[in-house]
């Protein structure tokens, strides 16, 4: 049975590894030399030749980087390295907890330490290559030192917190667990903006002036309180641009990067705002909540009927059960469900997408939004025919053509 269910795992490893190499593979077929006919009036010859390289210098690093990291992880399974590291840990501790801690400590800090070589690579080779790194050297290692650091603290309470859970309820372990993560994500989907990006980046009101007149007449507008304009020195670090909308009820902000403001003119730029706060508008920011609570409940309920399973964890370890190797056992078994779950995330939101454009649309002016939505796509340098295949697994959002293709359908309809 243990044999089984280990082979059962390596060959879910390996399978989602072919299926992503496959859609890579099949996003390749759609490039071409010569600029597609749809896409002259968002780049020229030299535009578009220049993502296309920018396209293919990604793909080749991400090709060795997921080979070198699929390596890694397979010889690890195969000459079952989780249950090594559980059982050099056990010699020193005796608490499951500690166990447990320790355990995906040593995993977090090892997979960061491989993997700065390859960070760094992708800002100040690639990313420098095509002029969008702005970051210095030593800001690159203040953020990677920072993000390590805030993994350790915030997932550790938060492993040892499910831990004791599991070793306190037993059999409703995965109903108080669900309780537990469902608060956790409501504060950080309420908090993230003004706890854990002013460590990494300085955030300031969008200060008076024609910007914030246009923005704060348009939320008028539409009946949305707008107390919270904030913009992010993006600058320091890309010279690509973004916004976002976070949070809900009093916390709700929208975070715009100066970049953004910097490449879209003021009528633009409402526009952009727009489509986020027709988002919040559409009630999509609860509609991916529930979505993921309700996912989370049915991924912790199927882990905790599988607890009872001692050969899940022995399967990758000789002859003992740990609750830490029994997790990285079930991440993996849980796959083909954890596909079904993002496919049906990725529809929703690109769902979600086209009806924020039609509320901009809607109360807008769309040319404003076309006109931004091309800019950027321009400026980032986007793939903007991906593979259909490629497209509908990996996409959270539609791309630059079906969105302004859709805009166009919405106006022929009303004229």
Do not use: C
């Amino acid at each position: 049975m243990y044999n089984t269910i280990f082979y059962i795992i390596i060959w879910l490893f390996v399978f989602e590894f072919i299926l992503s190499k496959t859609l890579d593979y099949l996003n390749t077929l759609n490039w071409s030399t010569k600029l597609p006919e749809e896409l002259k009036d968002i780049y020229d010859e030299d535009k578009y030749s220049k993502s296309m390289e920018y396209e293919k210098v990604k793909h080749t690093f991400s090709s060795i980087s997921g080979m070198f990291s699929f390596l890694i992880m397979l010889l690890v399974l195969i000459f079952w390295g989780f249950g090594y590291l559980y059982d050099t840990i056990a010699l020193y501790t005796a608490n499951e907890i500690y166990r447990t801690l320790w355990f995906f400590w040593f995993i977090m800090i090892l997979q960061s330490i491989i993997w700065l070589p390859f960070s760094y690579y992708s800002i100040f080779v690639i990313e420098e290559k095509f002029w969008f790194n702005k970051m210095t050297k030593k800001l690159f290692f203040i953020d990677s030192v920072k993000s390590l650091l805030l993994s350790v603290i915030i997932w550790g309470l938060l492993l040892s917190l499910i831990t004791w859970i599991y070793l306190e309820t037993g059999a409703n372990f995965w109903l108080y667990t669900w309780w537990v993560v469902t608060f956790f994500s409501v504060f950080m989907m309420m908090f993230y903006s003004s706890l854990i990006v002013p460590l990494f980046n300085k955030q300031t009101p969008l200060e008076k002036g024609e910007l914030r007149t246009e923005i704060e007449k348009f939320a008028n507008k539409v009946w949305f309180k707008l107390d919270n304009i904030f913009v992010i020195d993006w600058s320091k670090r890309s010279s690509k641009a973004n916004a976002y909308f976070s949070g809900f009820g009093p916390k709700k902000r929208i975070v715009l990067y100066d970049t953004l403001i910097k490449d879209l003119s003021v009528s633009e730029l409402v526009g952009v705002l727009a489509h986020e706060i027709g988002h919040y508008k559409r009630k999509h920011t609860l509609q991916m909540l529930a979505f993921w609570t309700i996912q989370t409940g049915i991924m912790l309920y199927i882990l905790g009927i599988t607890l009872s399973m001692d050969e899940i964890s022995i399967a990758l370890w000789s002859d003992k059960w740990s609750f830490a190797v029994w997790m990285v056992a079930f991440g993996i078994l849980y796959t083909p469900i954890s596909i079904f779950f993002w496919l049906m995330w990725n529809v929703l939101s690109r769902k979600n997408e086209y009806q924020a454009d039609e509320f901009a649309w809607q109360y807008h002016n769309s040319s404003d939004l076309k006109n931004a939505l091309i800019k950027l796509s321009r400026n980032n340098l986007s793939n903007l025919r991906p593979h259909p295949a490629y497209e509908f697994f990996n996409y959270s959002h539609p791309t630059v053509l079906k969105r302004l293709s859709a805009l166009d359908k919405i106006e022929k309809k009303q004229d």
